[in-house]
Structure formats: C-alpha cells, structure tokens
C-alpha cells in the first residue's frame, strides 16, 4: 500500500527554516528516522518544503487560470513536508508516524492519505 504522510504547517514553519542548535539537532533527529524507513525499505521520497510565501496557487474556473501569490491563509490547511512511503497497511503507517520525531518545535500534525493504485480504477 502506497501513503502520501503530509506533515501540516505550523506558524513556525511559515516563518522559514532559521538554523540554530536547536533546529539543527532536530533535522539530525528527523534524519536518523529516515535513515530508519530506508532501512525498513519503506522510504520511497521525502522532502520539506518552503513557506507558501514562495510558492504560488493556479486557480481554475472552466478556462480561466488566475495566479495567486502565497502567502496563503489558514496555516493548519498547509503542508511544511512529505514522505511516500510503500507500506503493507494503514496500521504500520500509523506505527512509523508514531516512531517519528515531532516534526515542528511545538505542537503539529501529521496526516497519512493513502494513494490510489490501479485496482482503484478497474
């Protein structure tokens, strides 16, 4: 079973990755536990991501596209980082994320969605 496991923004990663010894031993943390999934041979792909004030938003409405400029509202709606991760069932998605690290300095969210295979569709 493939997983996409969003870890949600918080006010913190809005602001931007600002390297102290704190944040720094924190990524070492968060990569020690990847280093885990690989081992696992769960770790398909992972990454963090930028503040949405770098990125931007495509809005359709039937042929129209508008750009919208980030920053974007309602911070808990964001994601700061993915993993993709091949594992037998929901439950040990659920197991691993309980193992990681907490991903934020304060309090945060991680959702695991699980993503369509071609049975899905036949």
Not at 13 to 38: I, Q, V
Request: hydrophobic content about 40%; aromatic content about 8%.
């Amino acid at each position: 079973m493939r997983v996409m496991v969003l870890v949600k923004a918080t006010p913190d990663s809005e602001r931007g990755f600002h390297p102290t010894p704190e944040t720094l031993a924190a990524m070492k943390e968060m990569g020690r536990f990847n280093d885990e999934l690989r081992k696992a041979g769960i770790l398909r792909s992972a990454d963090g991501l930028k503040p949405s004030s770098a990125g931007k938003r495509v809005a359709f409405d039937g042929a129209g596209r508008r750009v919208i400029d980030g920053p974007f509202p309602a911070t808990s709606e964001l994601v700061a980082g993915f993993w993709l991760w091949e594992v037998k069932d929901m439950e040990e998605a659920v197991a691993w994320v309980k193992r990681c690290p907490n991903p934020m300095p304060g309090p945060s969210e991680i959702e695991i969605r699980p993503m369509h295979d071609m049975a899905d569709w036949t």
